[in-house]
């Protein structure tokens, strides 16, 4: 902004009417009337937010170039120039005033309650396809292979594979998902791998010492439910977690022990009860369902 838009912007502060800023502060809403609307883009509202601040950022520059006159009349003593900066710097003080309330304006809803309801997860997934990133919702994740995303909508953050993320403007979160996916994979299957053997001798042990080693099947919740018996390992670890595991061992095919069993994975077509049942999204977004578990000694 030059010196003349400057002065522009003073004498519309003039021609505005009488009461100025305050017609401005009479408009915002109140905390209390903050709501939701039912078609906000997060990422539209904070890219005006973002130029509205950029616009404020230069108007500030001037304005302190303008203030730094009035220090130097103030010390000559140039009553007349003085008193005419002095006008010009309230009333574009104001006007200040008036465009962040403006940009404040952009972000009037409920964050928590935007968060937990469609319009995020639908705006990340469009904004994702346009990234060239495939997202799939189920069971109240995001799946983007080989990472879950799950929403907080009462911290205003997101979970990436338990990582917390409070940078939720959509494009921005979508390319941090490319970011992640792009990094080697945290999971280590033979250390998975050992872990279920453990559990599995654990549980088939308890039906009988016999049937371990003989392919016995052993639904995989059960294991799981061992593996969490304490109340905040289920926190920790989730079901959803556990799933993408045991998805991501199948799929590396790294099935022996060290112990010599060999694991096999059965999806029970007669079980249809999704208490029972582990349903991932697979690479490429279709459902693929477990059951079940088996060791053989090889």
Not at 14 to 41: F, I, M, N, Q
Not at 272 to 284: C, E, P, S
């Amino acid at each position: 902004m030059s010196p003349e838009h400057f002065e522009t912007m003073v004498e519309e502060q003039h021609s505005g009417s009488g009461t100025g800023v305050l017609d401005v502060l009479e408009r915002a809403p109140s905390s209390s009337d903050t709501k939701t609307p039912p078609a906000v883009s997060l990422e539209r509202a904070l890219a005006e937010v973002e130029a509205q601040a950029e616009h404020l950022v230069k108007n500030t520059k001037y304005m302190m170039a303008s203030f730094k006159k009035i220090k130097e009349a103030a010390k000559v003593g140039d009553l007349g120039k003085l008193r005419k900066l002095l006008e010009e710097g309230k009333q574009a003080t104001l006007g200040l005033g008036c465009d962040f309330l403006k940009a404040q304006e952009n972000l009037n809803f409920d964050e928590a309650g935007f968060l937990a309801g469609k319009a995020f997860r639908q705006e990340l997934l469009s904004t994702a396809q346009q990234m060239g990133v495939n997202i799939y919702e189920h069971d109240g994740y995001l799946f983007s292979y080989p990472v879950l995303l799950k929403i907080l909508h009462k911290e205003c953050a997101v979970s990436i594979d338990r990582m917390r993320e409070i940078r939720l403007r959509p494009s921005v979160l979508v390319k941090r998902l490319k970011e992640v996916q792009n990094k080697p994979l945290r999971f280590k299957p033979q250390t998975f791998l050992e872990m279920l053997y453990t559990a599995y001798s654990i549980v088939v042990a308890g039906r009988g010492k016999h049937l371990v080693g003989k392919g016995t099947v052993i639904p995989l919740l059960e294991l799981y439910q061992l593996l969490t018996l304490l109340p905040w390992q289920a926190t920790e670890y989730t079901r959803q977690e556990f799933g993408r595991d045991v998805y991501l061992l199948d799929k590396c095919g790294a099935v022996g022990t060290k112990s010599g069993h060999r694991a096999n994975f059965h999806a029970s077509t007669g079980v249809r009860d999704a208490n029972k049942t582990l349903t991932v999204i697979a690479q490429g977004g279709r459902e693929k369902t477990y059951y079940g578990i088996s060791f053989v000694k090889t």
